[in-house]
């Protein structure tokens, strides 16, 4: 076990991201879902900094200004603008586990710009399941749990949403 207290100190703010995140993936509500998307990212940012994975941590910095676009602003001409950013950082900095970030980062960009209801969940459960190489190479122990649980929280809210037949809960922006 490492003991290290800048390990712990970034154990213990992805405990706080965990958390903000099942907050997220539970909601019903796509705004109230951007709003805790962005607490989390931002302690998951914070947490991969201290982990020493940059490459990491400067997605989620892009996955921040994507949730405020897209919350704020969601234009889509930012899908393609963030996407060539996060392409180009990965060309630029990536070691190949990196992909899976990269990966995860332009399905997001997609996601939250053009989807609403069930089908941005279901992408958001393939988001996560792409973060988990990431969070086993990086000892990132949160944020493995965070993204294991968080997919059948996601799962469970989007049975949630069918169940109430919500009709938008099927269409796309």
């Known amino acids: 076990m490492n003991y290290d207290p800048l390990f712990l100190?970034?154990?213990?703010?992805?405990?706080?991201?965990?958390?903000?995140?099942l907050f997220a993936m539970w909601t019903r509500d796509?705004?109230?879902l951007l709003s805790w998307m962005l607490t989390?990212?931002?302690?998951?940012?914070?947490?991969?900094?201290?982990?020493?994975?940059?490459?990491?941590?400067c997605m989620i910095?892009?996955?921040?200004?994507?949730?405020?676009?897209?919350?704020?602003h969601p234009k889509t001409y930012w899908l393609f603008l963030l996407s060539g950013i996060a392409i180009g950082q990965f060309v630029?900095?990536?070691?190949?586990?990196?992909?899976?970030?990269?990966?995860?980062?332009?399905?997001?960009?997609?996601a939250y710009f053009r989807l609403k209801g069930i089908p941005l969940r279901f992408a958001m459960i393939t988001m996560q399941l792409l973060w988990l190489p990431i969070a086993i190479y990086?000892?990132?122990?949160?944020?493995?749990?965070?993204?294991?649980?968080?997919?059948?929280?996601t799962m469970l809210?989007?049975?949630?949403?069918?169940?109430?037949?919500?009709?938008?809960?099927?269409t796309s922006a």
């Open 92 to 110: 630029m900095m990536g070691e190949p586990i990196d992909i899976f970030v990269l990966m995860s980062t332009l399905l997001g960009n997609v």
């Open 30 to 32: 796509d705004r109230a």
């Open 9 to 21: 100190v970034a154990q213990t703010l992805g405990a706080f991201a965990f958390v903000s995140g």
């Open 157 to 170: 809210g989007i049975i949630r949403l069918w169940r109430e037949g919500r009709a938008e809960a099927f």
């Open 61 to 72: 910095g892009l996955v921040l200004v994507r949730l405020l676009l897209a919350r704020f």
């Open 138 to 153: 990086t000892s990132s122990v949160f944020a493995l749990v965070f993204n294991v649980i968080s997919m059948v929280v």
């Open 40 to 57: 989390c990212n931002t302690l998951f940012m914070i947490h991969y900094v201290l982990l020493g994975a940059y490459i990491a941590a």
